[in-house]
């Protein structure tokens, strides 16, 4: 009982912190006049996934670096399958032209980059190290790019006044508009975060040792799901709101910057020894989660829009895969009949299904 209620009062920690640190890093990226889809695919996203980089950094420093791994890989196999296919389920979502053309080209570039990196059982310090140069490298020309596009528009004379209020900064009267209290926002999150992924990453290892099951399941799992949770509130949220692309670029921003900025802080953080990948993940998780990566590829390029039905194939398949894992950990009777199912019917249904949609998917 003490350990879910610490599971639950960091779950609880790294939600509220996470919201914390996306509210004032918004502002003061705003208030610099970067666009709402950039400040998507930014702070938003490194905020939505600072439980990620805080749980698996807690993980490597409490000797617990596979669970860092896993955290990473669950983390993305559960943003794209259940945060994108449930937000599709409650309404169609829009994909912006940008995404299709760079962000989601990129998301699933750096996790074949990762996948390379991990064949030998291993992310060193300093692949850890070249992960953060090429986040560091994305974040400043994203914002480059942002900035120019503006600075384009402003001085286009026929261009009209962007409907969206988020595109101006911060009034005067919002008692968060000032540098202040954008900062105090930030650190109070940070602080949250910190204390938040400790309790989490404490009840996670005491579920794993009660139950008899690997620390590496637990973390693709119920750490993967319960550091996700800021990404399920910003895409469901954004979704009822009617601003269905962010829905769709917080997915895809939190998953390039898990695998650069996540696993790369992590990776520097275990120094010489780097992360260790257990042979499970890399014999099937990280596969599933590349597998993942490719199938955004047909649906987001064909679509404009991401479909109901596609959002339930999503949930669907993200359910197996949860099954499977526990039938794996069980060494259950059931687990051949259920991986022949998938195998030779579900999967190859799937794969039929979608190139007919990208047959028939008009690409206008």
Known sequence: MFNLMLFVAGLAGL????NLLVRGAGKLA?????????????????????PEVAVSVAAVLGGKADMAVGNVVGSNIFNVLFILGLSALIVPLVVNRQLIRQEVPIMFGVSLLMGWLALDGR???????????????????LIVQSRRESREAALDASAETPP?????????????????AQLALMVGGLALLVLGSDWLVTAAVAFAQALGVSDVVIALTIVS?????????????????????MA?????????????????????VAGSGGLVVAP?????????????????????????????????????????????????????????????????????????????????????
């Open 164 to 180: 969206d209020d988020e595109l101006t900064p911060p009034a005067p009267t919002d008692w968060d508009a000032k540098l202040p």
């Open 280 to 364: 499970s993940v890399l014999a099937f998780d990280l596969w599933v989660m590349l597998a993942v990566a490719l199938a955004c590829l047909p649906v987001f390029i064909t679509g404009r829009e991401i479909a109901r039905w596609e959002g339930a194939v999503f949930v669907g398949y993200y359910i197996a895969y949860v099954g499977y894992l526990i039938l794996a950990a069980q060494a259950h009777d059931a687990l051949p009949l259920f991986s022949n199912v998938m195998l030779g019917f579900v999967v190859p249904l799937t794969v039929i299904t979608l190139v007919v949609s990208v047959i028939r998917k008009p690409t206008t």
């Open 225 to 245: 799901a319960g550091t996700s949770m800021p990404e399920v509130a910003t895409s469901i949220t954004a979704a009822l709101k009617g601003q269905r692309d």
């Open 123 to 141: 992310i060193q310090a300093w692949e850890g190290g070249l992960l953060l140069a090429i986040m560091a490298g994305y974040t400043v020309f």
């Open 30 to 50: 705003l208030s610099f006049g970067i666009s709402p889809l950039v400040v998507g695919l930014t702070i938003v996203a490194f905020g939505t996934s600072a």
């Open 248 to 268: 769709v670029g917080n997915v895809v921003g939190s998953n390039t910057f898990n695998i650069l900025g996540c696993l790369g802080l992590s990776g520097l």
């Open 15 to 18: 939600v509220v912190g996470a």
